[in-house]
């Protein structure tokens, strides 16, 4: 059984950071695009920031500079470091895994995760 888990969010203030962190079990993340995507109340799901099975990298334009994803594939787990943090980032993050990436996403998601909250005070 695939279980993708994610951990780290919280509350910050602006400017803070934070270090999200996705521990997957059930299978490994070679030969899948791991990304990270949040969602915030009324809004649309946006892709964050995803790294491909070749170790390629993308984000998002509005995370550019400021989010990076990383992943320890000894021990399967996902990371996305987050700088600077702004009010207009709070939202669920979501980490998920996908057949390949584009720009910041993943396409194709086959497994996501419950979610963590990070929200981001003014």
């Known amino acids: 059984q695939v279980q993708l888990v994610e951990s780290g969010g919280g509350s910050v203030q602006s400017g803070g950071s934070l270090r999200l962190s996705c521990v997957a079990s059930?299978?490994?993340?070679?030969?899948?695009?791991m990304g990270w995507f949040r969602q915030a109340p009324g809004k649309e799901r946006e892709g964050v920031a995803a790294i491909d099975s070749d170790g390629s990298t993308g984000a998002a334009d509005f995370v550019k500079g400021r989010f990076t994803i990383s992943q320890d594939n000894a021990k399967n787990t996902l990371f996305l470091q987050m700088n600077s943090l702004k009010p207009e980032d709070t939202a669920m993050y979501y980490c998920?895994?996908?057949?390949?990436?584009?720009?910041?996403?993943?396409?194709?998601?086959?497994?996501r995760g419950q979610g963590t909250q990070v929200t981001v005070s003014s």
């Open positions: 059930g299978y490994t993340h070679s030969g899948y695009c």
């Open positions: 998920a895994a996908g057949t390949y990436r584009l720009g910041g996403s993943c396409v194709g998601i086959q497994y």
